[in-house]
């Protein structure tokens, strides 16, 4: 099993940045494939970034390529989103999650079996 903390979220102005953290313990972080979603008020829960498995193939929503950056760290058991020249239609609870790099798809929520608390971000115009 993999546990996900978040946290990095917050009140940033348009043009700002954040970067979001998500610390996992358990044992099979190293091994997982990881993946950062969001979800505004009121709309479902959308894919954002992710690594594919447990390589280094990184995939983004169009909305956020270009802005975004998913990292990981396998020795502190952490994924990281640089988030930069945010826009208030960024504005949403951010969620990491992860699921076994063998199986599902990396961009579909529901393929994903652990998931954290989320972390909410507000970009203000």
């Known amino acids: 099993q993999v546990q996900l903390v978040e946290s990095g979220g917050g009140l940033v102005q348009a043009g700002g940045s954040l970067r979001l953290s998500c610390t996992a313990s358990?044992?099979?972080?190293?091994?997982?494939?990881m993946g950062w979603f969001r979800q505004a008020p009121g709309k479902e829960r959308e894919f954002v970034a992710a690594?594919?498995?447990?390589?280094?193939?990184?995939y983004y929503a169009d909305s956020v390529k270009g802005r975004f950056t998913i990292s990981r760290d396998n020795a502190k058991n952490t994924l990281y989103l640089q988030m930069n020249s945010l826009k208030p239609e960024d504005t949403a609870v951010y969620y990491c999650?992860?699921?076994?790099?063998?199986?599902?798809?990396?961009?579909?929520?529901?393929?994903?079996?652990?998931w954290g608390q989320g972390t909410k971000v507000t970009v203000s115009s």
């Open positions: 999650a992860a699921k076994s790099p063998y199986s599902g798809t990396y961009y579909y929520p529901n393929d994903y079996n652990y």
């Open positions: 358990g044992r099979t972080f190293s091994s997982s494939a």
């Open positions: 690594f594919r498995g447990i390589g280094t193939s990184t």
